[in-house]
């Protein structure tokens, strides 16, 4: 594939506190440590530092997590590596979207691997692992249920609740049935398996374990140890919110809108089938949606026995990650850094690392198909993220013989009425206003000529109006980005080593669209 790339505000795509980031504006830098530049990461090499002790626990639990899997040696190698302080991580976190869900899933991961590979590059006397962090205790089941394949809306059913990486994947038997052909990948994943977790670290260690990516579930007992003291604090003394209000009012100051929105208290009580909001009513903390209820003694008693119970919410996540992870970067879509830019105040008050926000790579796959299309109508990388209508245009005013325009024809009346108007200020000066209407008609009959001129341009050239609309449907499906829409399989299927092309193609320090052209 021919790689092309475009500014990310060339797209219309973006909103503009992620285009402002990107361009490194002045209003955005108290909300962040350091841009993700790769000479940047010298000094976060410099100051991250993570205790031996949390190290060490966060060796174990990765190595009971992989358990009797089959591990590739890049990832045994990576997690050994993790105990010693010259190694660090570049992590990003993602639901566990039934088949690997849209593909931007895809994209992320192949940015924090190629971004470990080019910081090894750069900085050769410490090692870098990715990460991928799962949110396996996310309990929002319907974002993660569906996939569209070839055209079609796959969805799994299940009447399952709570934490989404505990459910049991079994039941998606029924969706593996109704696929085009046999994936053997996912059909070990989901049948041999216990929990979705299990089930998804399976397949992404199928897929990129041989770069030594880890896969981490952070819905673990001494993990969350590791972070009671600030479940504690948060629960009782309700700290990040206050933080989180007025760094979000400082954005919102600045012209920026708020992407992600705190509560009183930021985390969940969380156990087998249930993740539901705590609040405090009085002297009490209940669970929401249940009859649980607990005094403060007992709240404080449950914190230091079972800290799993406890679980962040998107305000706390980040803060939880950087706790048990010697992270240097996390890589995100422009919403998470829009997020992770509420959050500073709370790193912080809590004298936590704060890491650098890795953009992750946006793409658009141009398939052999629609390549041609393209090639045909002699549409750029750049072409590509203009609207229909704008296409259509540029080509007729290229290709039309007609010139449905009539910019010449209207410049010849404006001149006609121009004189006119002239002569009637020699005779009237009160016609003026007449003449001037008359002249805003003559216009008008222009335009609605035109009109009809370029229709029937368009019915001239009635195949290179369909190609156009053919390509804005197949690289922009229901109007949104491919990445956003389609599930990899659309391309893995087909094209066994569209993972490696990945892998080769995407600079993870090249912050514009990546547009891959299947030459």
């Known amino acids: 594939m021919k790689l092309e790339t475009v500014n990310f505000d060339e797209t219309e795509c973006f909103a503009p506190i992620f285009l402002d980031y990107i361009n490194q504006q002045d209003a955005l830098k108290p909300f962040y440590n350091a841009f993700p530049s790769i000479e940047n990461f010298d000094e976060l090499i410099k100051t991250r530092r993570l205790s ?7 060796v174990h639990v990765l190595n009971r997590q992989y358990g009797a899997l089959d591990n590739h040696e890049a990832v045994d190698f990576n997690i050994h590596s993790l105990g010693n302080d010259k190694t660090f991580t570049v992590t990003t976190g993602h639901q566990l979207n039934i088949f690997t869900g849209p593909l ?150 600045a012209g920026y809108k708020n992407q992600a929105f705190s509560r009183e208290i930021n985390f969940f009580y969380m156990e087998k089938g249930l993740r539901e909001r705590i609040v405090k009513e009085g002297d009490q903390f209940k669970v929401l949606n249940t009859d649980k209820v607990f005094s403060a003694a007992e709240m404080e008693a ?32 422009p919403a998470e850094v829009a997020y992770w830019l509420q959050l500073k105040g709370v790193f912080d008050h809590y004298k936590t690392f704060f890491p650098a926000l890795l953009p992750r790579v946006f793409s658009m796959i141009v398939n ?43 410049a010849e009346l404006a001149k006609v009425f121009e004189k006119i108007k002239s002569k009637a200020e020699t005779i009237d000066g009160s016609l003026t206003g007449f003449i001037g209407a008359e002249g805003a008609k003559g216009f008008k009959s222009l335009d609605n000529i035109s009109k009809r001129l370029k229709k029937a341009e368009e019915n001239n050239n009635e195949t290179a109006m369909s190609q156009i609309d053919n390509i804005k449907d197949k690289l922009f499906p229901n109007g949104g980005l491919q990445e956003r829409h389609d ?22 320090f090249d912050f514009r669209f990546h547009v891959l052209h299947d030459a």
Not at 303 to 332: D, H, W
Not at 488 to 506: D, R, S, V
């Open 52 to 58: 031996d002790d949390h190290r060490a626990i966060l």
């Open 104 to 253: 931007y899933f895809i994209y992320k991961i192949v940015t924090v691997i190629n971004a470990c590979k080019a910081l090894k590059a750069k900085y050769p006397d410490y090692h870098f692992v990715p990460v991928y962090w799962m949110a396996s205790e996310d309990h929002d089941l319907e974002e993660i249920s569906h996939f569209h394949l070839f055209g079609k809306d796959y969805k799994w059913e299940t009447d399952q609740k709570g934490p989404v990486g505990r459910m049991k994947p079994h039941s998606l038997n029924s969706v593996i049935d109704q696929l085009p052909e046999e994936v053997p990948l996912f059909e070990q994943a989901y049948l041999d398996h216990d929990t979705l977790a299990d089930a998804v670290r399976y397949y992404v260690n199928e897929l990129f374990g041989d770069q030594g990516l880890v896969v981490l579930d952070a819905d673990n007992p001494k993990l969350k140890r590791l972070f009671s003291s600030v479940i504690e604090r948060e629960i009782f003394e309700n700290t990040s919110n206050g933080l989180v209000e007025q760094k979000s009012q400082e954005l919102d100051a």
């Open 302 to 333: 449950l914190i230091k026995t079972n800290p799993e119970c406890f679980s962040p919410n998107v305000i706390m996540r980040p803060l939880y990650q950087e706790t048990i992870l010697p992270n240097l970067a996390y890589c995100g879509g």
């Open 368 to 410: 052999k198909a629609n390549e041609k299309k393209v090639e045909k109508l002699n549409l750029t990388s750049k072409d590509i993220f203009k609207s229909a209508h704008v296409l259509k245009e540029e080509y007729l005013k290229k290709h039309g013989e007609n010139g449905f325009g009539l910019e010449e024809e209207r």
């Open 487 to 508: 599930n990899f399989l659309n391309f893995y299927l087909n094209h066994p080593e569209f993972i490696q092309e990945l892998l080769e193609k995407f600079d993870a």
